[in-house]
Structures are given as structure tokens and as C-alpha cells.
């Protein structure tokens, strides 16, 4: 009983090596990994790192600059942040979003070169809206 124990164990451990090395082996490397870097993470637990590898265009991991390094190869460029603040999210440095808003509910007249156009583009809109009390357009061009 103690050898099929023992045998048991042994099958386990060594199915465990043997997907621990075929996983290691068949990792796809990242395309990039920024290195050097102070990233804020908005993770409770681990709120700051150093490195991250992307790959695809997206984040593949973000840890130690010792951890992110494994994940390297042949082709992968590195690409030191000297220390620079990295911080997740979407930046919009000047929106007005009520104003931006609003403009999707009016005709939009850019790049229209006749009158005829015009026309076309306010006639397309009202069928469009019929309820509309107002019709408001914009980007309307002086020489037409």
C-alpha cells in the first residue's frame, strides 16, 4: 500500500514538472516591457510596481522589473521609463462633455460644399427627427 502511495505521488509530481516546463516553454514572449517605471496600479494590495510587459497592445503582467524580465524575447523591445510616474486609464486633457453632448442632437454641416448639400443634410435630419420643435445645425461654411 505504501509503494502505490508513494508511486501515486510520484506520477503527480511528476506531471506537475511536466506542466510547469511546458508552460515555461510555450510562454509567449511580451512585445514590449517598460522597465524603471513607478506604476500606480489601483490595486489595494499592490498599489505600486516597476514593470509591465505589453503585448498585443495590451498589459500582459505588471510586477518587479525582476519578474516582468522573464517574460522577454529575442524580440521584445525594453523600454526604460527613468523613473517616471506610469498611471492606468484613459487621459482627455480638455473635453467639454454637456457641450459635446448636446452637438450629436444638431445637423452636422462640416465639410458640406453646396447649398444643395446642406439641404440635403437638414431634410435627412428632420425625417430623421420628426419631434424636434427646433432644428439646430452647425459647421455650416460662409462661402456656400
Known amino acids: 500500500m505504501t509503494s502505490k502511495k508513494h508511486l501515486s505521488w510520484a506520477r503527480l509530481l511528476l506531471a506537475a514538472l511536466r506542466f510547469s516546463s511546458s508552460s515555461a516553454q510555450t510562454q509567449i514572449?511580451?512585445?514590449?516591457?517598460?522597465?524603471?517605471?513607478?506604476?500606480?496600479?489601483?490595486?489595494?494590495?499592490?498599489?505600486?510596481?516597476?514593470?509591465?510587459?505589453?503585448?498585443?497592445?495590451?498589459?500582459?503582467?505588471?510586477?518587479?522589473?525582476e519578474q516582468i524580465r522573464r517574460l522577454r524575447g529575442p524580440s521584445t523591445k525594453i523600454i526604460d521609463a527613468k523613473g517616471?510616474?506610469?498611471?492606468?486609464?484613459l487621459t482627455d486633457c480638455h473635453v467639454h462633455f454637456m457641450e459635446g453632448s448636446l452637438l450629436l442632437q444638431e445637423i452636422f454641416l462640416n465639410g458640406a460644399q453646396t447649398i444643395q448639400e446642406i439641404q440635403?443634410?437638414?431634410k435627412a435630419y428632420a425625417i430623421a427627427h420628426p419631434n424636434e420643435p427646433w432644428l439646430l445645425g452647425r459647421g455650416w461654411n460662409y462661402p456656400v
Open 120 to 122: 440635403q443634410r437638414v
Open 84 to 89: 517616471r510616474l506610469v498611471l492606468p486609464g
Open 29 to 65: 514572449p511580451a512585445d514590449s516591457i517598460l522597465v524603471h517605471a513607478r506604476i500606480y496600479t489601483v490595486n489595494s494590495a499592490h498599489p505600486w510596481a516597476e514593470a509591465l510587459a505589453i503585448r498585443d497592445g495590451k498589459i500582459l503582467a505588471v510586477g518587479s522589473s
